[in-house]
């Protein structure tokens, strides 16, 4: 059994509605810019002027078009990305509304398959790659990403033709960071026993969170964190899992619902879909663009070297969440994560905690494998 919520189902079935808006902000000659990475800060992309949408793609059906120009030996969520951006409507495949409305994507220098596609994806739409520094607990690491933010904030001035302003970009800050203090709050729901809400719609919600503009989530997300905060229902407990790893793009919801369809229940998410894309607030009493430069550099992607924020992040999502086991969630072919999984099992078998490996794509030719050694582990954690 899990709990309906009518705020949840407006979160889920915002698609139309969205794509309606972005339309007729581009017709009044707003700029739309295309994100695919956490690293990206919006607060510069909105203190600009412009709009933002997410074209990460979860979606299995755009990878083998994506196969015409990129090896197949490569990251589901590079390729489904690629394929569904290049597109042109004549390869039988639906294109998602929102790829055609894009004036210029932002991207990032994280994994090698990313990078290499960027250079490729130049030629069919105006691409930026902000570059990042992969040592990042040093001085030198916040000036160089403070001097490659402040050109981005030229490109995104340039693109717009809007002087981007300290106070603007205060204002931007301010605003994302009530976004965040509110996931914070539903994510407190979960750490119930048993939880309010399940992983699965969680999961979808955090799908919406960058495609949807800030004000039309935060007002979604705060109806549904009301409803749910007076919601008083017997629910009976389930194996807590926590999933740790890469990101789950919209349209990717396969191990989340084996998970749950076969007698465990998603608590908490350490990934780009989950805790990293809100768990740090931007400090709102500094310069803002060095506040940014701070803020964002404090993700624990695996592009980072060393990564031991990431470990101590599990362990401490996994204490406050009280999780009886973790399923460490990687995409085929994500070095990045597949190598950092040793780190993080020996650290959660030193906590205590069961880990579970699960490497897949976004093919349903695996559900039945995976679906029985969930079993196995939940078996085991029960």
């Known amino acids: 059994m899990t709990l309906r919520f009518e705020s949840l189902d407006h979160i889920k079935n915002s698609y139309s509605s969205r794509i309606c808006q972005i339309a007729q902000e581009k017709k009044a000659g707003k700029k739309i810019a295309g994100t695919l990475c ?27 078009i994506a196969e015409q120009y990129l090896p197949r030996n490569i990251c589901p969520l590079v390729k489904s990305s690629f394929g569904s951006i290049v597109n042109d409507g004549c390869s039988g495949v639906k294109s998602c509304s929102h790829f055609s409305l894009v004036d210029m994507i932002v991207a990032e220098n994280t994994c090698d398959s990313k990078k290499k596609m960027y250079e490729l994806l130049g030629d069919y739409i105006p691409t930026y790659v902000l570059d990042l520094p992969q040592r990042p607990d040093s001085t030198e690491a916040i000036k160089y990403f403070l001097g490659e933010l402040n050109r981005f904030k030229g490109v995104m001035e340039q693109l717009t033709g809007n002087k981007v302003t300290d106070e603007q970009l205060k204002k931007e800050i301010k605003s994302l960071n009530e976004t965040r203090q509110l996931l914070h709050r539903l994510y407190d729901l979960r750490k119930a026993d048993p939880p309010l809400i399940s992983g699965l719609d969680v999961l979808k919600i955090m799908q919406k969170q960058y495609f949807l503009s800030p004000e039309e ?35 990717n919801t396969k191990v ?18 989950g805790t990293r894309s809100f768990w740090d607030l931007v400090d709102e009493n500094k310069d803002p663009m060095t506040a940014l430069a701070e803020r964002y550099l404090k993700i624990p992607c695996s592009c980072m070297t060393p990564n031991y924020r990431r470990i101590d992040n599990i362990l401490e999502l996994a204490r406050d969440f009280k999780v009886d086991g973790v399923v460490y969630y990687t995409l085929q072919f994500c070095h990045g994560y597949n190598i950092e999984k040793y780190k993080v099992q020996q650290a959660l078998k030193k906590a205590g905690i069961p880990m579970l490996s699960i490497e897949t794509d976004y093919s349903s030719s695996d559900i039945e494998q995976i679906g029985l050694r969930v079993d196995a582990f939940m078996e085991m954690l029960s």
Do not use: Y
Not at 52 to 58: D, E, K, Q
Not at 256 to 273: D, F, L
């Open 217 to 251: 989530f935060r007002k979604s997300l705060l109806m549904l964190i009301n409803e749910a905060e007076h919601v008083k229902v017997d629910l009976p407990q389930k194996p807590r899992i926590m999933i740790s790893g890469c990101p789950m793009a919209g349209g």
């Open 256 to 273: 989340s619902e084996i998970i749950e369809n076969r007698g465990g229940v998603i608590v908490v998410e350490e990934s780009c879909t």
């Open 38 to 64: 956490l690293f990206v800060p919006d607060e510069i992309i909105f203190a600009a002027g412009a709009d933002r949408v997410i074209l990460c793609g979860g979606k299995n059906d755009t990878v083998a």
